[in-house]
């Protein structure tokens, strides 16, 4: 019963963890709501791009405002916004933000003209970051493979909480994952994605790299601490550090295009935008 308590758990946990890091990453779509004086209108802002094609804004058509511009410019370079009018397509209104090279970002925000008023009413500045194609061939397997380390790893930590020494196999099943879905795959999607395999510790500080080499470097040694003899504590403290990892906002420093020196280089998108 205690190993099936730990199992629900586990999924619990990193089912809840995942969801936190998808909502709260800067890459997720920001959920937006302009307010006029008898009326609002809800809809999301994009946040992650394809370097392929430009980057549709979509809005719903309402009453509420005459007319909206879309506003963009390279981020974060210091240049004035252009301005696009949005177009209307049965019940939708829509704009394009123009394709980037991979890593490239754009920064942009939207402004609405009331119809009663004539008021201006602009919403928050939101940063965009184009991405080239990922095969499936690399992002699924880096996908399961992240996930089920995560979730191994919730295992074997709740195991040596209960003293129960399989933690010490499902400790080495979390490195082998990690090691193959973090450490081989991941470079392969970055690189498909922005062009640079390996942007963390010693070549830049990009935050999904430096926190998979973090949780690699504590599951090592608690495996090799639990090799002669099981020692819950690195378990633990293994598992818990790979838990604080997880919940950190996905790409908060990531790659990004250096527009003057045509690099991709480590840059922040802030949360706020």
């Known amino acids: ?66 007319s909206v511009k879309l506003h963009y410019r390279r981020f974060p370079v210091n240049e004035s916004f252009s301005v696009v009018n949005f177009k209307q397509q049965e019940n939708k209104l829509f704009a394009y933000l123009p394709k980037q090279a991979p890593a490239g970002k754009l920064e942009y925000y939207l402004s609405f003209t009331n119809s009663e008023s004539e008021e201006e009413i602009e919403t928050d500045h939101v940063v965009i970051r184009f991405k080239g194609s990922v095969p499936a061939w690399a992002l699924i397997p880096h996908i399961i493979f992240m996930f089920v380390a995560m979730l191994l790893s919730n295992l074997a930590g709740l195991f040596a909480l209960g003293k129960i020494e399989k933690h010490v196999f499902y400790g080495k099943l979390t490195l082998v994952l990690l090691l193959f879905g973090g450490m081989i795959f991941g470079p392969i999607v970055q690189y498909y994605a922005f062009g640079q395999a390996w942007t963390g510790i010693p070549f830049g500080w990009d935050l999904t790299d430096n926190k998979t080499l973090i949780a690699v470097i504590f599951w090592l040694v608690a495996v090799i601490g639990n090799r002669k003899s099981a020692k819950y504590r690195y378990t633990l403290i293994a598992s818990v550090v790979l838990f604080l990892i997880y919940i950190i906002p996905h790409s908060l420093f990531g790659s990004e295009l250096d527009y003057s020196s045509g690099e991709v280089i480590t840059g922040f998108i802030q949360l706020l935008f």
């Open 1 to 66: 019963m205690k190993k099936i308590l730990f199992w629900t758990l586990a999924v619990v946990i990193t089912l809840a963890s995942a969801y936190y890091q998808r909502k709260t990453g800067p890459t997720y779509p920001k959920n937006t709501e302009i307010h006029f004086v008898d009326n609002s209108i809800k809809f999301d802002l994009p946040r992650s791009g394809d370097s392929n094609e430009d980057h549709v804004v979509e809005l719903p058509v309402n009453n509420a405002f005459n």
